[in-house]
Every structure is written in C-alpha cells, then in structure tokens.
C-alpha cells in the first residue's frame, strides 16, 4: 500500500477553514435555502405527482450537501442521489434512516458491506456491479435497493446494450435486488 493506510469512514477527519474577513475572501457565497425549497416547491407542481429526487453530490454542488437535503426533505424530498459512498455517509447522518439515498458511482469494490451498514442504495452501472450487490444481499440476509443504470449512448455510466441483454436473459439476476 506504499506506505499508506486506507481509512474507514469513522476515522476520516474533517478540516475547518481558518476564518478570515469578507474583504480577505474576496466574495461571499449567500446560500438561500428558502429558495431552494421554494424551487422543488415549483418543480413538484410542474411534475405533477412524478417523483423528484435530489441530486446533492459534491457536498450539494458545493452548497453544503446535508443542509441543502435537509431543505428538500422537509419539502417531502425522500430520495437523494449522491456521487460516492463516502457523501452517502453523510447524508444518512444528516437525513435519517427514512431517506432513500443512492450512490450514482456505484459502489467500489469491497466497499459493499459499508454502504449496506450505512443503509445505502447502488446505482448499478455494470453486470459486475450487479452481481456484487447480489451477493451483498445475500450476506445481508434481505434485499438491497437498487437503480439500474443503461448507457444512452454518451460512454458514461451504465451498463452496456450487451450487458442489458445478458442480464435481461439470467433469471437470477435480480435476486435479492429491489429495484427502485
């Protein structure tokens, strides 16, 4: 491990910005959390009744992320979207056990068990992703939530075409797997 050692989420230190003077700053960023409830407020009506779900990766797009998904919680948000299973972490500490929150990199390898502890749904992105969970269910002895995620054609995230056909064809490819 060249001389390093891996951290568990429990042992990952948080660093505090000295505080310095609006004039040190040179900008102040005002997050108005009354309009960010006030903009999902409006998006649920346009939606009319379809389900919305956060997306508050990258600490909230650097919002402040468990702050901006307490906000959409209260506007009865209950499903977040979050980039690594660390974020998630810490959104569960923030939200509460009732939040549906999903890790849209998937989860690495190894890593299953802390994001079945931490009460985590996988974006699965891969048949090799969707077998671990798999197997995570297993061991956890109950089914995982889970969302299925099929590239559309920009090469980003998600499974394949003939990874879709392969997994449409194994009939055992969803146990243990709520999808959500």
């Not at 102040?28 to 009319?48: F, S, W």
């Not at 197997?135 to 889970?146: D, E, H, N, S, Y």
């Not at 990874?163 to 969803?174: G, I, K, L, S």
Request: charged share 15%.
């Amino acid at each position: 491990m060249n001389g390093t050692s891996k951290k568990s989420l429990s042992e990952t230190v948080a660093v505090k910005a000295a505080p310095i003077s609006e004039a040190a700053a040179g900008a102040i960023l005002t997050v108005d959390l009354g309009a960010i409830r006030e903009n999902y407020r409006r998006l649920k009506v346009r939606l009319g009744g379809v389900g919305c779900a956060g997306v508050v990766k990258a600490d909230g797009y650097g919002l402040g992320g468990p702050q901006v998904a307490a906000a959409l919680a209260a506007e009865g948000c209950a499903v977040f979207f979050v980039a690594h299973l660390a974020e998630g972490a810490l959104l569960r500490q923030a939200l509460g056990a009732q939040a549906a929150i999903h890790v849209l990199n998937g989860i690495q390898p190894g890593a299953e068990s802390e994001a079945v502890a931490a009460g985590l749904g996988a974006v699965i992105n891969s048949a090799g992703q969707l077998a671990a969970w798999r197997v995570a269910a297993q061991r956890a002895g109950r089914k995982l939530r889970a969302a299925i995620q099929v590239d559309s054609g920009m090469s980003r995230l998600g499974m394949a075409a003939a990874e879709v056909e392969a997994v449409a064809a194994d009939p055992q490819a969803f146990d243990g797997i709520d999808v959500t």
